[in-house]
């Protein structure tokens, strides 16, 4: 029965398996409840995750409940092992930008958190912004999660200053993209047109460039001290497994001094 579940699900179109997993969380966490994998988030345990992914779907990746990915899945472990984030009293003005859902509930509900979500057409977004023109004022937030955001942006140089701006001294940006740890330096190719070429070329046909091991200096340029955290690292191999994470993913954490 598993192995016919799988292969359904392996073989719905991404956003129609988005689609549905929404509407059937709760559905999905039953039929799917077992041992093998947890998700931190929540806590909750099953015996697979679901398949995921542009063209070649990665299996055991997308949570039933909390519809987290392997990159949510570390952030939170991070967050909440390495960080702050968490202490009730400690108040913090958070800035998220094209909130995940995986995320925004349990950050709204924070009650030690000032809660900004901005984007441009995400319907979670208090404020409907250009990462490229912010309408916010200098130094004004503790956090800032812009996370698979930067490789749709055209001009990221003026978004990664933008971010800069608007985050405290000693304040924490993580601003994860999709990156090629193999490649030396970004790709991009704007002659590059048709979308099933794009989406072959680049992950997805709206991302505009594959960052490479450069995204970090690009970074610095900004002005930002960057920590490259290979956080899987720090992390029990079996529990790596456990979680369904990314083994050798790095988390881009920067500072504003």
Not at 160 to 170: A, I, Q
Not at 212 to 231: A, H, P, Q, T
Request: hydrophobic share 40%; aromatic share 12%; proline share 5%.
């Amino acid at each position: 029965m598993k192995k016919i579940f799988k292969l359904i699900l392996n073989t719905i179109p991404r956003p129609i398996l988005i689609r549905l997993s929404f509407l059937a969380k709760p559905i999905l966490a039953f039929l799917l409840k077992g041992n093998q994998f947890t998700d931190p988030i929540d806590g909750k345990s099953f015996s697979m995750f679901l398949p995921y992914g542009y063209g070649k779907q990665r299996n055991n990746v997308l949570s039933p409940s909390t519809l987290s990915l392997e990159r949510h899945r570390l952030l939170w472990l991070y967050l909440k092992n390495e960080t702050s984030f968490f202490t009730e009293a400690e108040k913090k003005n958070v800035l998220h930008f094209a909130p995940e859902q995986a995320f925004y509930k349990l950050f709204r509900n924070q009650k030690n958190i000032a809660y900004t979500t901005t984007d441009l057409l995400s319907p979670l977004a208090d404020v409907k912004a250009d990462i490229c023109n912010l309408p916010f004022e200098d130094n004004a937030y503790d956090y800032i999660f812009c996370n698979h955001v930067l490789e749709h942006i055209p001009d990221d140089t003026k978004a990664m200053n933008e971010l800069f701006r608007v985050l405290k001294p000693n304040g924490m940006a993580i601003l994860q993209i999709p990156q090629d740890l193999n490649r030396a330096s970004t790709f991009s190719d704007d002659t590059i047109t048709n979308q099933k070429e794009r989406a072959a070329i680049f992950g997805q046909y709206d991302h505009v460039r594959i960052y490479g091991r450069d995204y970090f200096d690009k970074l610095r340029s900004i002005g930002f001290k960057v920590v490259e955290e290979d956080y899987t690292a720090k992390i029990a191999p079996e529990l790596v497994e456990k979680y369904c994470l990314a083994k050798g993913e790095i988390i881009p954490i920067c500072f504003k001094n």
